[in-house]
């Protein structure tokens, strides 16, 4: 780095609305990843970002910052075509345990480089380590060998990919500042542009259990990430969805692997049917401008149960037992129905809190989860249910934990007399 600044000067310059010139962002993300810039001075400048935002081109150099303070992985010997999916976070989302075998089933390789949860959204990794033996740290020539004979990986971005985002990250959590529109952007997009996929889509959460509340938000949000991963040459686009209900029936770790795995063997639940088949769909679109073409509709293999013989490689692949009998809680609570009618709602946020509060997720990076703690509703949204018949279950190792999670839970479902009218589940798509 060549041009030195003062931080104080820069948070203050953020904070009155000014943008910051390209050497300022460039020494700013370096000198934080590498510790010359303090939490406090940092937390400072992100909450700054969070009222003033960022200009497009501060956000480009944002970004491209973070990717150059890693590495950049090459897939080009993987010999096929790769896309990538991610989502920007939401309850039950358990979409890519079903989608990448299911895409790499349809003949295209998906390199998912995952996360874990934070807050009350879960992470793919988290629900992949309740399979008895499975590993989710894999070096990059496993990884990309894997990809060429498997055509499917879930596994744990390096400690060399965008360590900036990896700190940044860590931080925003605990400051209240992941709410904002160019930091997740260019969070999310600085680990996929550096993680060397061809292509992208991007899940976008809208709704009272993802980051993003309102359709506009998700929309501008939607738009950036796009316009992110086109500029780098990644083929982008994105697709909305709604998260104001929690995806499938389960919230939690071994629980979500159980939902995926019927899923994958021509079963599971409507919505997360709808939700992985519409991003399949559009991913193997993108890719194909690549050069792949699927011969089978993702619905159809989905529902022939083809895609399941890919997870099982993929688990066996990173030494899981794909045949082991899952882990379940010791205990498990229920709660009964408050009236009788159809399920008309049921609150993602209020789920996805109480799975947390039960051990699903964790309060610090640092903190380990519980792989059987977890929700359960026993009717989907649209279903008749009976006053006093049990509608939720509460999994959990730990008794203690259940009073708070009830708590979490005390307004979390609305009975009516009618059904709820349909409500879309995929809200939109966003191309380049
Ligand atoms: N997921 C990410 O990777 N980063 C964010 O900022 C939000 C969701």
């Known amino acids: 780095m060549s041009a030195d600044f003062d931080v104080v000067d820069l948070i203050r310059a953020k904070r009155d609305g000014r943008c910051l010139p390209a050497e300022a962002v460039d020494w700013l993300v370096d000198a934080y990843t590498h510790g010359r810039v303090a939490d406090e001075q940092m937390s400072a400048y992100l909450m700054a970002v969070v009222w003033r935002g960022m200009s497009p081109?501060?956000?480009a150099r944002w970004t491209t910052a973070m990717i150059d303070s890693g590495e950049r992985l090459d897939l080009a010997g993987v010999g096929r075509a790769t896309v990538d999916k991610h989502s920007t976070g939401g309850v039950g989302d358990k979409v890519s345990l079903v989608l990448v075998p299911l895409v790499a089933a349809c003949g295209v390789a998906v390199p998912q480089l995952s996360g874990r949860g934070l807050g009350h959204t879960g992470g793919t990794l988290d629900k992949m380590e309740s399979i008895p033996g499975w590993r989710a740290d894999l070096p990059v020539e496993r990884m990309c060998r894997q990809l060429a004979e498997v055509g499917a990986v879930i596994c744990a971005a390096g400690a060399g990919l965008a360590p900036a985002d990896r700190r940044l990250y860590a931080l925003r959590d605990v400051t209240g500042t992941v709410e904002s529109i160019p930091l997740i952007a260019s969070s999310i997009m600085s680990k996929k542009i550096a993680e060397g996929t061809s292509a992208l889509v991007l899940d976008v959460k809208v709704g009272s259990g993802a980051f993003m509340t309102s359709l506009d938000d998700a929309r501008e949000l939607a738009r950036t990430m796009v316009g992110l991963g086109t500029a780098a040459g990644v083929r982008t686009e994105a697709v909305l969805t709604g998260m104001d209900h929690p995806l499938g029936r389960t919230a939690g770790n071994a629980l979500e692997v159980a939902e995926a795995v019927d899923t994958l063997r021509g079963g599971g639940p409507k919505d997360l049917v709808e939700v992985t088949v519409a991003l399949a769909r559009v991913m193997i679109e993108l890719a194909g401008t690549g050069g792949a073409r699927a011969a089978r509709d993702?619905?159809?293999?989905?529902?022939?149960?083809?895609a399941y013989p890919v997870w099982r490689a993929m688990v066996a692949a990173q030494g899981g037992d794909p045949d082991a009998v899952l882990p379940r809680a010791?205990?498990?609570?229920?709660?009964?129905?408050?009236a009788s009618g159809y399920l008309a709602s049921l609150d993602a946020r209020a789920v996805g809190v109480a799975a947390w509060r039960l051990g699903a997720g964790r309060a610090r990076k640092e903190d380990a989860v519980s792989a059987t703690a977890g929700v359960r509703w026993r009717a989907g949204i649209g279903d008749r249910v009976t006053v006093g018949e049990p509608l939720l279950e509460l999994h959990t190792d730990d008794p203690n934990t259940l009073g708070r999670a009830l708590a979490a839970l005390a307004d979390a479902v609305t009975v009516t007399p009618q059904p709820p009218p349909p409500t879309p589940l995929v809200l939109d798509h966003i191309r380049a």
Do not use: M, S, Y
Not at 330 to 338: D, L, R
């Open 330 to 338: 010791t205990h498990i609570e229920t709660v009964p129905a408050p």
């Open 298 to 306: 993702p619905a159809e293999v989905l529902a022939a149960g083809d």
């Open 57 to 59: 081109a501060e956000l």
